[in-house]
């Protein structure tokens, strides 16, 4: 496999700062989302602040992982400005430019993610 091409990794620095930005935005948002529940059970009733409580819970869960994406994100901005972008972490060998581009901010080839994957 021959390394990125200069069009190949614009594009990909195209596609993650975009990425980027929807991914700060989407932090933003989720933010009232994630806040902790009124207490007050005079103004929610019981079920209705459970059901509070578990949208809490799957807003902060959203978030984590939306937070953790926008970190690899920025991560692999760092790596392409440093000329270390596209490797895989594990084998060190190219990542398929059709796999970065589904998943710009990816650091191991679908190969060891593959196998990563059938580990947990």
Do not use: W
Request: with cysteine.
């Amino acid at each position: 496999m021959e390394k990125l091409s200069n069009q190949q990794l614009a594009a990909i620095r195209k596609r993650l700062l975009q990425l980027e930005k929807n991914l700060s935005q989407q932090i933003e948002i989720n933010r009232d989302a994630a806040s902790i529940v009124a207490l007050d059970q005079t103004s929610v009733g019981r079920i209705s602040r459970m059901e509070a409580i578990q949208q809490q819970s799957i807003a902060l869960s959203t978030r984590r992982k939306t937070c953790l994406r926008l970190k690899r994100v920025q991560d692999a901005l760092r790596a392409l400005a440093d000329n270390g972008y596209g490797f895989c972490e594990q084998c060190n060998e190219l990542i398929a430019f059709e796999r970065l581009l589904a998943r710009p901010e990816a650091n191991l080839c679908i190969s060891c993610q593959n196998h990563a994957d059938t580990k947990t």
